[in-house]
């Protein structure tokens, strides 16, 4: 089986979020499984050339787009394994500081520079002659591929065996434009219908993704049931609802390899559940890294994240006051809106010997955190699936959720009488269910025995990628099933 991977971003090349981890990992996975595996990614800024000896292919593809054409050329690098990954090149679409937009917004030629990679993956797929028999898209930025497969290239036989599965990541992001950019597109007006991609008056990259895609995967079984739900549907719950009987809920794994407490070269110490001595020394230069005092009996909670809404910051609002009066300390560390980053700024000023915040996204930072924090706190909104909960698990860094999503899925309320569980879940969206949760969780730090108790049990946890990798198989070849039927 060949699968050509197409995402806006894989680790270790460019992140924003937790896609980029999952187009670094699962391929390595689907390797190891005997599948033939290729990525595909723009070529951005912060993928530097010589760190990861990338190399020109001599490639130059026309790309269609907007009744003409432009050009783009093609690197070549690999993750581990000898995975090949190919760079769509084009400097005028991804010469940029970021891969999206800034803090003041999305860039305003998002739909060109993504109908173009769309249209160059499959240019791409060609030039390389890589006939894939998957072509497994992830989310909004690469929505269209389904759809072009399925009108523009319909009678183009390399893509006659070719089947599309699309993942969502999250459903809030959906790739919505102005109806004047329908001529990027390539795509006749019959489709901007209720019926095909039109929305509200809009585009949307994502709705024509799952309209045409043969199967559509979204991170976690919870979050496949709650995106066909008004609440948590973003405007799209009638569409998933009618695709229902091919969508299918699959939660993400994590890459063992890069997050060990044993193994990680991040770290100061390195850790096991045999000899977990090593994270009190991690916690001590964790709290010196974030100038707060070197206690190491005070619980030390964390927050990697997006700066969204989505993620609860408005409950850390509405409760910091209350956290702060409790015997904790708590630290900070991401990238997103402007309010969000004024907000945490604002609690690191007035709660100086008690939090701390840095802004931006530091891979080095963010293992250090997660093998010296003792709680991870995770308040969202709605999360599709969640990674840091994972990380966490396997650091024995307990997690605080709210139960939604994948979260929900994977952390398992602790009970200290079976000592079963392996972290804390509280369910309602407010500020006062999050300080019961934390609350719960600072209790059981007390009690050191029962704490070490859960610790174990979280890093005995196994959310590695081998068994998520067999699920994808499972539904390709669904997809491939589907394709033949035609």
Not at 126 to 146: E, G, M, R, V, Y
Not at 177 to 194: K, N, Q
Not at 349 to 370: N, Q, R
Not at 421 to 449: C, H, P, Q
Request: glycine letters at 10%; one cysteine or more.
């Amino acid at each position: 089986m060949r699968v050509l991977m197409v995402a806006p971003e894989a680790v270790p090349f460019a992140k924003t979020g937790g896609l980029a981890d999952v187009a670094g990992a699962l391929p390595k996975a689907l390797k190891n499984m005997g599948v033939d595996v290729a990525l595909v990614m723009p070529k951005y800024r912060d993928v530097d050339e010589e760190r990861f000896s990338l190399r020109e292919t001599g490639i130059t593809i026309k790309v269609p787009i907007a009744g003409g054409s432009k050009k783009a050329t093609v690197l070549k690098g690999k993750i581990e394994g000898n995975i090949p990954v190919y760079f769509i090149r084009n400097d005028k679409y991804y010469d940029r500081k970021e891969l999206y937009g800034t803090a003041h917004g999305d860039y305003p030629d998002n739909a060109e520079r993504f109908v173009f990679f769309s249209r160059a993956v499959l240019e791409l797929s060609k030039a390389i002659d890589f006939k894939a028999d998957i072509i497994h898209c992830n989310d909004w930025q690469t929505a269209l591929i389904p759809v072009y497969i399925k009108t523009l290239y319909r009678d183009d036989p390399f893509f006659s065996e070719t089947a599309t599965v699309l993942t969502v990541h999250n459903l809030g992001y959906q790739g919505l434009f102005w109806h004047f950019d329908m001529h990027l597109t390539g795509l006749g007006w019959d489709l901007f219908t209720p019926e095909g991609i039109e929305f509200f008056g809009k585009i949307n990259f994502l709705k024509g993704g799952l309209i045409f895609s043969d199967i559509i995967t979204t991170v976690s079984k919870g979050y496949s049931r709650e995106i066909q739900t008004e609440e948590l549907g973003h405007g799209l719950e009638g569409v998933l609802a009618q695709r229902k009987n091919v969508l299918y809920g699959i939660v993400n794994g994590i890459d063992y390899d890069e997050w060990d407490p044993a193994t990680d070269t991040y770290i100061t110490a390195n850790y096991s559940p045999e000899d977990i001595k090593g994270k009190a020394i991690c916690k001590s230069e964790l709290q010196r890294l974030y100038s707060l005092p070197v206690k190491k009996d005070i619980p030390l909670i964390a927050m990697i994240s997006r700066l969204a809404g989505q993620k609860g910051f408005d409950l850390i609002e509405g409760a910091i006051d209350e956290l702060m009066a409790m015997d904790l300390q708590m630290i900070f560390l991401g990238t997103g809106d402007r309010k969000y980053q004024e907000l945490l700024e604002e609690i690191g000023s007035k709660y100086p010997k008690k939090a701390g915040v840095k802004i931006g996204y530091d891979v080095a930072l963010a293992h250090k955190i997660e093998a010296g924090a003792d709680i991870f706190l995770m308040p969202s909104r709605y999360e599709p699936c969640g990674l840091n909960q994972l990380y966490s698990l396997k650091y024995g860094t307990i997690p605080v959720v709210r139960a939604t999503g994948g979260l929900d899925d994977t952390i398992k309320n602790f009970n200290p009488k079976t000592g079963n569980g392996n972290g804390f879940k509280f369910m309602d969206y407010s500020s006062d269910a999050l300080l019961k949760g934390v609350s719960k969780a600072i209790e059981l730090y007390k009690d050191k025995r029962r704490w070490k108790k859960i610790m174990q049990s979280a890093m005995a946890c196994d959310f590695s990628w081998e068994h998520s990798a067999k699920e994808y198989v499972k539904i390709y070849n669904k997809a491939l099933t589907k394709v033949g039927s035609n």
